[in-house]
């Protein structure tokens, strides 16, 4: 049976006054797949995820979501089809309670950012997705807690409930762990594996350990081009790609590639 790709990019390109970010990229990402977008700084990563949300307006090239063009779409047109970027909305509200910034989501995605006017019963609806939500990212024991207040990686949890609440079918991740320790690394993992249960996911991610341990496919881009594609193993074979990802091999050591 043939692939099937909910979300590909023909000839994708992005030119800043004459410098080209991004270089005619062509990326088919399959449908239930975990698709990694790997690549040393500078390489077009956050550029591209820019581009399929429309955060940026392709100077060329197509986007293709389910069999559909989306180019000329707006990022909120984007976002209630069910292509969403974790952190896009970033409704994390530093002095509201766990409970209450999923429950905002929820709200966004009935079509309004406050209900007010409901009735107690829909508001109390509300809170019973919201909790199944926050126990699908381990934080129920914390719904009351100001989200401010949470650890580092919990904060990463509650932005990935948030992004949950909109019911994504193709779930973008920009860089999960960054800046976590090995712990909360391990927490993210086991996360992202949960939520892509029944979604696609597509993520860009600096860890390789990440990447080796979550990915179906890994997309390798150096100089905004598309350098290589493939699984893990043979990605991390190519000699192209450790060097143009790693620079020297004390890095790929380093990095275990």
Request: charged share 25%; aromatic share 6%; glycine share 8%.
């Amino acid at each position: 049976m043939a692939p099937e790709f909910v979300l590909e990019t023909r000839g994708l390109t992005k030119e800043f006054r004459g410098f080209t970010a991004v270089d005619s990229v062509d990326l088919r990402v399959e449908k239930g797949h975990i698709h990694a977008l790997i690549g040393p700084n500078g390489a077009g990563k956050t550029t591209v995820f820019n581009l399929l949300t429309k955060f940026l307006t392709p100077t060329r090239g197509e986007i293709i979501y389910r069999g559909k063009p989306i180019t000329a779409m707006k990022a909120n047109e984007i976002a209630r089809l069910g292509l969403v970027r974790s952190f896009q909305i970033s409704a994390v509200f530093g002095h509201m309670s766990v409970l209450e910034n999923v429950r905002v989501a929820l709200q966004q995605k009935l079509g309004n950012s406050f209900h007010f006017w409901k009735s107690e019963r829909t508001l109390r609806e509300l809170d019973e997705r919201a909790m199944q939500l926050l126990a699908d990212v381990d934080l129920e024991t914390f719904a009351q807690t100001l989200a401010i207040e949470l650890p580092y990686g919990r904060k990463r949890a509650l932005e990935l409930a948030t992004t949950l609440a909109l019911d994504p079918v193709v779930l973008l991740l920009d860089e999960p762990t960054q800046g976590m320790g090995g712990e909360d690394v391990d927490m993210v993992v086991a996360l992202v594996r949960r939520a892509a249960v029944n979604r696609t996911v597509l993520m860009v991610e600096h860890n390789l350990s990440v990447v080796s341990r979550l990915c179906d496919r890994i997309t390798v881009l150096a100089r905004g081009a598309v350098l290589a594609e493939g699984d893990y193993e043979s990605v991390s074979a190519n000699p192209e790609v450790r060097e143009a990802y790693m620079g020297s091999e004390a890095d790929a050591e380093e990095a275990h590639v």
